[in-house]
């Protein structure tokens, strides 16, 4: 490569990082909170997205990203999903060791009012989280929300159905207990 | 409890997690491969 062909590879290619940067300060922030709502752990929220971004860099340099919100949205989705897989298995392979499964479990005794509804939505299944946070967060239809997942529109309404019905049940059995409490 | 007040109850805790997490400040390039 001659040296007018490195600068302007070397030019081309500031200019894209600049461009990316940019992008990346854009999104990144609700991209974090996005993968810690769909992981419920900082640090894997940070991992998540830094995995994401890598993967949208790599095809922003292609010229194959038309819509860096959805991308990214999608990249942190999948990424999370694999985490969750793998710490759920981590989990009950623990438990199946130990005979104890209070590490699957998460038990808060916070009584704040969104505290209380976190906690009972980190007791749903992994799936069934995903699609309320990536509907009630990221106000997604449930087709996106398939799309997201890459899962069938069936599954995401199965899941939401199953997972407000499992909601309604925790927080009408908190409200009780709270009220019963005070009695 | 119905399911708009439900709906408002996630979308209210969501929101407010959300708003707790800080994002680590990144230094350096925001380009994985730079």
């Known amino acids: ?13 500031r200019e894209e990082e600049d461009s990316f940067a940019e992008v990346f300060n854009e999104h990144h922030r609700r991209a974090v909170r996005l993968a810690y709502l769909l992981t419920s752990d900082h640090h894997q929220a940070e991992d998540v997205v830094a995995e994401a971004m890598a993967k949208v860099w790599v095809q922003w340099q292609r010229g194959r990203v ?4 959805a991308y990214l949205r999608r990249a942190v989705a999948n990424q999370a999903n694999s985490r969750l897989r793998r710490r759920y298995l981590e989990r009950r392979e623990a438990s199946r060791r130990t005979g104890d499964d209070r590490g699957v479990r998460m038990v808060d005794d916070q009584t704040v009012e969104h505290d209380v509804v976190w906690q ?3 007791q749903l299944p992994d799936r069934q989280r995903q ?4 509907r009630y967060y990221e106000d997604l239809s449930e087709a996106d929300t398939a799309e997201v997942l890459g899962v069938s529109a069936g599954t995401v309404k199965s899941s939401m159905s199953r997972g407000m ?14 009220q019963g409490g005070e009695a | 409890m119905n399911d708009r007040e439900l709906e408002d109850r996630i979308r209210a805790s969501l929101q407010a997690r959300a708003g707790d997490v800080q994002p680590t400040p990144r230094s350096g390039s925001a ?4």
Do not use: W
């Open chain 1, 131 to 134: 699609v309320v946070v990536l």
């Open chain 1, 165 to 178: 019905a499992r909601l309604h049940d925790l927080l009408s059995d908190e409200g009780a207990a709270h």
């Open chain 2, 31 to 34: 380009c994985p491969s730079a």
């Open chain 1, 120 to 122: 009972a939505i980190q």
């Open chain 1, 1 to 13: 490569m001659t040296m007018g062909a490195q600068v302007l590879a070397f030019a081309r290619s």
């Open chain 1, 66 to 69: 038309d819509d860096v919100g």
